[in-house]
């Protein structure tokens, strides 16, 4: 699954989705990470409300399960959702690479319901009609 990261230097979540230097974008699985990609954005990126910046951000985490953040404004978080992204917040800045580590812990335990959800996102359902009774 790839998770996204609000950072401003490639190391820490320490971003506010909205005005974020930089989306990291990794692969994670049960048994490892590896860095996917580093957006970066330009321009006025303080906060003004103007929501049109969110559109580039948006469509850079469009194939992602989570978006993790140091904070997120209300409709940030609305259209986040509405792409079927789970959106996390930290409480004070965190490196990626630990948050990674907690993730990948997680998922070689027992998922809470949402991530065994997000997890699921992207897979093909199956239904076999062998184990169907007659």
């Known amino acids: 699954m790839k998770v996204a990261f609000a950072t401003q230097d ?4 320490d971003a506010h989705f909205g005005w974020a230097k930089n989306i990291a974008i990794y692969d994670l699985e049960p048994d490892g990470f590896a860095l996917d990609q580093v957006v970066a954005f330009e321009g006025d990126l303080k906060e003004d409300g103007d929501e049109d910046k969110l559109a580039p951000k948006l469509e850079a985490i469009k ?3 989570i978006l993790v953040v140091a904070a997120i404004g209300g409709s940030g978080a609305a259209r986040v959702v509405a792409q079927n992204i ?8 965190e490196p990626i690479e630990g948050m990674l580590v907690k993730l990948q812990d997680v998922l070689k335990g027992t998922p809470p319901p ?15 009609f062998e184990d169907e009774d007659a």
């Open 10 to 13: 490639c190391k820490r979540i």
């Open 63 to 65: 194939d992602c399960s």
């Open 86 to 93: 789970h959106p996390m917040k930290v409480s004070e800045p």
């Open 114 to 128: 949402w991530l065994r959800k997000v997890m699921a996102k992207g897979q093909t359902k199956t239904f076999d």
